[in-house]
């Protein structure tokens, strides 16, 4: 069973960072597609950044510019830079990974960006 869990998240000021990281239970080389996707309240489950075969990065239009998606090998994790932060950031990020057999979910980490 894999599992992904995602850590750094927090209340963070309009136009400030985060790092957000994501680590698997296997090595994140044997899947051929990691995203990072977020939900904010009442709203649908969106994509903000994946990650498919090794050089294939596509963002958010939302996102793209402030965001950037990494991963690393040594510590095994998916990781989400996030910098000028924005109210309508405000969501729970989950971490998500595909191989060939099926889909996995993280438990999600909760970012609000609050004055």
């Known amino acids: 069973q894999v599992q992904l869990v995602e850590s750094g998240g927090g209340l963070v000021q309009p136009g400030g960072s985060l790092r957000l990281s994501c680590a698997a239970s296997?090595?994140?080389?044997?899947?051929?597609?990691v995203a990072w996707y977020r939900q904010a309240p009442g709203k649908q489950r969106d994509m903000v950044a994946t990650i498919a075969g090794v050089t294939s990065i596509n963002y958010a239009d939302s996102v793209q510019g402030r965001f950037t998606i990494s991963t690393d090998n040594r510590n095994n994790t998916v990781d989400l830079q996030m910098n000028s932060l924005k109210p309508e950031d405000t969501a729970v990020y989950y971490c998500?990974?595909?191989?060939?057999?099926?889909?996995?979910w993280g438990q999600g980490t909760q970012v609000t960006v609050s004055s």
């Open positions: 998500n990974a595909r191989d060939n057999i099926r889909t996995y």
């Open positions: 296997r090595n994140i080389f044997g899947f051929y597609a």
